[in-house]
């Protein structure tokens, strides 16, 4: 059955399959491939508000928008409304679409200082900050949050509700405590009370790994929308075949091996274009490494990865590695933890 478009503060979008903002994976060349493959809407890496404001190189490099790639969120994370109203002001200037903001990041350097899940625990300072940056900017803000801090002080339906109050277009909600960090499974039951609290958008996030499992619960009204993050590293196509089953109920095959082996040379060719050859190669040894752990042999392949220097080390890895065929298990799956929420 066709799904009606998801409707952002305004921001019609092609698809109700999102892309999380995941740290160093996606960047303007992820965001180009993602976008291609059908989600609706690709978001910058997480970017510290402060490190904005400052005029960090760093941090302003992560807000690029090239025109070629819309629509792009911004991802910003910080715990002082005036700094993140400012930060969201340069982001929408470079040309962010909507911007989200990280109520979910477990890692220790983000929540010692006040950030991410920790300023998620007080409702009434995430209003406030989030107050700030709705008044700032002409377009949507969205927050990414868990359920809570632990399972004994769940309060996702109520930091829904506040900050709907103040203006939030819609909230994602990963469907675990900060304690659990990446452990265990995602409750979807306290996702769906989330959309029961509030009248924007909810999107759900965790352990969406096949389109059966997204498509099911955009059917049951638990959620508008569903993110996917990790259960699409090392199989990118994943993003194509969750959008096709939710929003038209499609059904596409998995790809064959040759076709992850090909996007894995267009993704580390495009990185290349937009970084310089020996950056690229170095961001792209991870993805590199995901791909060669997928074909049989992988071992005898897998050491060479780090001595990858120039574009042809790749192709006669991916060479190597598409004689080899894929592993009986089926695609590899990345155990991988980002500052995404």
């Not at 399972?151 to 509700?161: D, K, T």
């Not at 939030?168 to 675990?176: D, F, I, L, P, Q």
């Amino acid at each position: 059955m066709q799904q009606s478009r998801l409707v952002i503060g305004g921001l019609e979008l092609s698809s109700r399959v999102l892309v999380a903002p995941m740290a160093g994976i996606t960047d303007v060349p992820f965001r180009r491939i993602a976008s291609c493959l059908g989600a609706g809407l690709v978001t910058t890496e997480m970017v510290s508000a402060e490190a904005v404001v400052r005029s960090n190189e760093a941090a302003i490099a992560l807000l690029d928008f090239p025109a070629d790639t819309d629509p792009v969120a911004a991802q910003v994370v910080g715990c002082d409304p005036s700094v993140m109203a400012a930060a969201a002001q340069l982001a929408v200037e470079r040309g962010a679409r909507l911007v989200d903001v990280n109520l979910g990041c477990p890692v220790r350097k983000v929540v010692g200082i006040g950030n991410g899940a920790a300023l998620a625990r007080d409702i009434a300072a995430t209003a406030k900050v989030l107050s700030a940056m709705v008044r700032a900017v002409p377009v949507p803000v969205t927050a990414k949050m868990r359920l809570g801090w632990d399972h004994s002080s769940i309060n996702a339906p109520e930091l829904g509700r506040a900050l709907e109050g103040v203006g939030v277009a819609a909230v994602t909600v990963h469907g675990r405590t900060r304690a659990q960090a990446y452990q265990g499974r995602a409750d979807w039951g306290e996702i769906a009370r989330v959309k029961e609290a509030v009248g924007i958008p909810v999107i759900g996030s965790g352990d969406v790994d096949s389109p059966e499992v997204a498509a099911a619960h955009v059917a049951a009204g638990d959620v508008d929308g569903v993110v996917l993050a990790r259960g699409m590293l090392g199989d990118f196509h994943m993003i194509q075949r969750v959008a096709a089953m939710v929003d038209r109920g499609e059904q596409i095959a998995p790809p064959p091996f040759a076709a992850r082996i090909s996007m894995t040379a267009e993704h580390l060719s495009a990185l290349c274009d937009y970084y310089g050859e020996h950056r690229a190669l170095r961001i792209g040894r991870k993805y590199l490494a995901w791909t060669i752990k997928g074909c049989k042999g992988a071992a005898r392949l897998r050491s060479r990865v780090q001595d990858v220097s120039a574009r042809a080390d790749v192709d006669e890895l991916l060479t190597l590695a598409l004689e080899s065929g894929p592993r009986e298990e089926g695609v590899f799956l990345p155990i991988f933890t980002s500052g995404e929420g």
